[in-house]
């Protein structure tokens, strides 16, 4: 189970090639999970933070305390839809808990893959006891010449009093693949948790709509880059309780759109303390046959409440254009600046390889 910090994934061929792909197999992780079709590739801890937290497959962990019953099922339910109850028992998954008190300076990374199977049912348990914290770099993928590919992946994540987690995950899917992540996030009190999300290269169908609850003084930040191309559908949004007094939320998305792909982006804060939220939805059609929805939703069930929500849509600005062309830029690459430009939302604070994937979009 050991490993060097600087080792990698330490995988090599195709399963390390797509694993590169979605920004995950960098050195100068603090422990790393695998996971191809159906089985637990590894899973590492490097030695100078067996004190500090655990990494195990979902199985491993079931077995080792006794059923998770605080935590196994208990933010989602398995009856939720036939997608849950097919992963009643999953495939596998991976159990990440940060001990009391520590934090993890290195970023962890796991990568989740389809190569050969063409459907998996994974579970993910991440804790964050009582003033911990951690990063996450997840990236997930499937391999471009299988015929269909189904990827159900139920997360269920505990930020602690004080803890803190941030969650950045990479999506490379082929045309072929249906994508159905399940995520619940309870938030203690002053607890912190930021999730980037990054599509570049979209599946034939994807939809997710993570469940979060606030508690006083939690703060959620939701941040997701999409880019829709082909025919590829994308369905996203975030559910967010703000429940406890002074508790925070906010949700951004940025959404590129070509072709005929099609995108709704949904996000719904619900403020039933004194408490503050914001929504903001802005997308870039480059194609007439593209369509993109927000629908943003806010409820207040408090007098204090502060909520908020703006969206917009459109295409590029002509006199943009005009401006870069002018200064040596053919329209084509006017285009592609825009867009990198566009995509960056502000203080999203994403690692270096995410920025890289960004820079190298259409």
């Excluded at 599946?203 to 880019?227: E, G, Q, T, W």
Aim: aromatic share 6%; proline share 4%; glycine share 10%.
């Amino acid at each position: 189970m050991e490993a060097k910090e600087n080792s990698g994934l330490g995988v090599a061929g195709e399963a390390a090639k797509m694993a590169k792909s979605c920004g995950i197999g960098s050195s100068g992780c603090s422990a790393s999970y695998m996971f191809v079709d159906k089985k637990k590739l590894f899973g590492k801890l490097c030695e100078k933070y067996k004190e500090v937290m655990e990494i195990l497959d979902i199985h491993e962990a079931l077995e080792k305390y006794g059923g998770l019953e605080d935590y196994y099922w208990k933010l989602v339910s398995s009856d939720k839809n036939e997608l849950t109850k097919k992963a009643a028992v999953p495939d596998g998954g991976y159990f990440i808990r940060v001990f009391e008190g520590k934090s993890v300076e290195l970023p962890l990374e796991t990568c989740i893959l389809l190569l050969d199977g063409n459907e998996q049912y994974l579970h993910n348990i991440i804790i964050a006891e009582e003033n911990s914290s951690i990063s996450i770099m997840s990236g997930c993928a499937a391999k471009e010449s299988l015929p269909s590919a189904l990827h159900v992946g139920i997360s269920e994540v505990f930020v602690g009093k004080g803890a803190s987690v941030s969650f950045t995950m990479v999506h490379n899917w082929p045309k072929t693949a249906v994508v159905r992540p399940i995520t619940a996030v309870q938030i203690e009190e002053g607890g912190r948790y930021v999730s980037n999300y990054l599509c570049m290269k979209p599946p034939k169908d994807l939809s997710a709509a993570p469940r979060v609850v606030c508690k006083k003084k939690a703060h959620a930040i939701f941040n997701s880059i999409l880019y829709g191309k082909g025919e590829s559908l994308i369905d996203i949004g975030e559910d967010i309780e703000l429940s406890g007094e002074d508790s925070r939320a906010e949700i951004n998305s940025r959404s590129i759109l070509e072709d005929s792909a099609k995108i709704i982006t949904r996000g719904r804060i619900v403020g039933s303390a004194r408490a503050k939220g914001h929504i903001e939805c802005n997308g870039i059609l480059l194609s007439d046959k593209a369509e993109l929805r927000s629908i943003p939703e806010i409820a207040a069930m408090h007098p204090e409440v502060d909520l908020s929500h703006e969206a917009a849509i459109g295409k590029i600005a002509e006199k943009e254009l005009i401006y870069l062309m002018s200064r040596g830029l053919n329209r084509e690459e006017a285009t592609k600046l825009i867009v990198r430009g566009f995509m960056k939302l502000p203080g999203m604070g994403l690692p270096e390889w995410v920025e890289r994937e960004i820079s190298g979009s259409p």
